[in-house]
């Protein structure tokens, strides 16, 4: 289950579901806002203050059973950026997902995470200032705390958000990287035994 960021599921959080289609990963982009776009991150802010991690989470558990009825038995797993990255990491630790790739997301109960059923990719950027703070102090020692498997990206030098197109912080050699990780980790993943 891909879940877009905060601007909703535009023309470049459909492309990371073609890429991934390419790679031959199947992926349902979640749609929250239902079909409406932010044009900035007042607009987006505005839009994302309408969810409640009920609705979300029942969104995902309607993708992810759509998504097994309809193919063969397969790994279902959440993957999502910024705010869809928090929430990718919510629906893994309170839904049966078998793993999550959490792209510069946070949740606010890190202890959330003695839920989750399978690995953790977690990519950030070394310069986000609002993650980095949670992720170290919150995040990990959770993971550590409920002995939860985790693989950790930093890319110096990178901020936030550092994998879209067009934003300020965007950084093309750091975005090529995660997404080469991104698409190993998809591969052990699958690979594993259930």
Request: aromatic letters at 8%.
């Amino acid at each position: 289950m891909l879940i877009h960021d905060i601007f909703g599921r535009d023309d470049y959080v459909r492309s990371v579901g073609r890429s991934l289609a390419e790679a031959g990963v199947s992926a349902a982009v979640v749609d929250l806002y239902d079909g409406v776009y932010a044009r900035d991150v007042n607009e987006g802010m505005a839009l994302r203050q309408r969810l409640t991690p009920e609705t979300v989470l029942a969104r995902l558990t309607e993708a992810r059973d759509r998504l097994r009825a309809s193919s063969p038995p397969m790994r279902v797993g959440t993957m999502g950026f910024c705010m869809g990255g928090g929430y990718a990491l919510l629906g893994a630790c309170r839904a049966p997902f078998d793993f999550c790739i959490d792209y510069y997301g946070l949740i606010e109960d890190a202890d959330e995470v003695a839920h989750l059923r399978g690995p953790l990719l977690l990519v950030l950027g070394a310069e986000d200032t609002r993650i980095n703070p949670w992720a170290y102090e919150k995040l990990l020692p959770a993971l550590n705390r409920h002995g939860r498997r985790v693989e950790l990206q930093l890319y110096p030098g990178v901020r936030h958000a550092f994998h879209r197109p067009g934003w300020e912080g965007h950084s093309a050699p750091a975005a090529a990287d995660a997404w080469a990780r991104t698409l190993d980790f998809l591969r052990r993943v699958r690979a594993a035994p259930a």
